[in-house]
């Protein structure tokens, strides 16, 4: 291969066996392509490294050919596995994939939506829970009127539609049916006192899985101990230290569920320093299903979230809405991943 010269459009089309039209096509992605013909013009694209040139013309702003994936922390294995799953499907449709974060605070959220859209990219990926204002609300619903009146789209990807007739995409995950699914299971090996770990106020991920707990202990006949929800960050620094304060002050506690697998690890961790053991003395469940949980000791149950599955259907809907025009809203499965930090309390 010649490493410095400038493919063309023809050039993958040869390669692939096709015409230069259905390559045209199936880099725009605004035309149905079979999947096979797809697979055979994106591996002729990766192997004359097409792809970077008309990534760079994009980015000198001859074409948008842009996927916009937006994040509050990049480090977050959750937001990773979802960010791999946004690449790999925008990469196979011919476009560049933007990485913006925003630490947690909306208002940076809603300056990259607006930064995007004057970029005019072509589709913007929101991941992660939303908050739960009405100002909020409404300059969200504002913003996806003014992507989609710039041809963009607006993607909510693991938080809730904004409401019936606001033009954007969505791609849910069943969060509640997760929480309800992984409580239940410690109900029913004994537990009656469960802590919940990590409630953030006004933000709709652990809102929906607060949801399921409660509604898990109501399945019983029993109540939810309010004293037993604590709020705090999705970190692993944090289940150590709420552990440590809740087993100290609750010695009536002997599960508990973790809003996600990191601040499960701390919960372990903090488990052990104190001297107990997991789940002889206290069992522990989390939400995500990352890929370190099944190498914690001991190994993690917990809820498993399809997070390449959500990144890459959030980018071919909004790409294909015209195809996909009736399925603009999706809900995936969640399901409970058993293993080993749950027994039935001593």
């Not at 008309?54 to 979802?82: C, E, N, Y």
């Not at 299903?289 to 997070?307: E, M, R, S």
Request: negative net charge; hydrophobic residues 45%.
């Amino acid at each position: 291969m010649v490493l410095d010269r400038r493919w063309t459009v023809k050039d993958v089309a040869a390669h692939a066996g096709v015409s230069p039209a259905t390559v045209s096509r199936v880099l725009a992605g605004n035309y149905p392509v079979a999947t096979a013909t797809r697979s055979r013009v994106m591996t002729a694209v990766r192997a004359l490294d097409y792809v970077v040139n008309a990534q760079a013309r994009a980015l000198k702003g001859s074409g948008t050919k842009t996927v916009a994936f937006v994040v509050s922390d990049v480090t977050g294995p959750f937001f990773a596995h979802v960010a791999h799953g946004v690449e790999q499907q925008a990469t196979e449709e011919g476009r560049l994939c933007l990485v913006c974060t925003t630490h947690d605070d909306p208002d940076r959220e809603l300056a990259v939506i607006d930064l995007m859209r004057e970029q005019r990219a072509d589709a913007v990926v929101l991941v992660g829970g939303g908050y739960e204002s009405t100002a909020y609300h409404e300059r969200m619903v504002r913003l996806a009127h003014a992507l989609d009146d710039a041809g963009s789209r607006l993607v909510l990807c693991g938080r809730p539609s904004l409401g019936h007739g606001v033009p954007s995409t969505v791609v849910e995950y069943d969060n509640e049916g997760g929480a309800y699914a992984v409580v239940s299971h410690l109900l029913s090996r004994g537990h009656r006192k469960i802590a919940y770990l990590g409630a953030q106020r006004d933000f709709t991920t652990t809102t929906a899985r607060i949801r399921g707990f409660a509604q898990a202990h109501e399945a019983m006949g029993l109540a939810a101990d309010p004293d037993l929800i604590v709020e705090g960050t999705f970190s692993r620094s944090f289940g150590y230290t709420a552990t440590q304060q809740l087993l100290t002050a609750r010695r009536d506690v002997t599960a508990v569920f973790a809003a996600t697998d990191m601040i499960a690890a701390g919960v372990l961790r903090a488990i052990r320093d104190l001297g107990l053991r997991c789940p002889e003395d206290i069992s522990v469940v989390g939400y995500d299903d990352v890929p370190f949980a099944a190498d914690l000791f001991p190994a993690l149950t917990t809820v498993h979230i399809p997070t390449e599955d959500l990144g890459r259907t959030a980018v071919r809907l909004a790409l294909h809405r015209d195809e996909y025009e009736t399925s603009q809203h999706v809900v995936l499965g969640t399901h409970l991943v058993v293993r080993d930090s749950v027994a039935a309390p001593a």
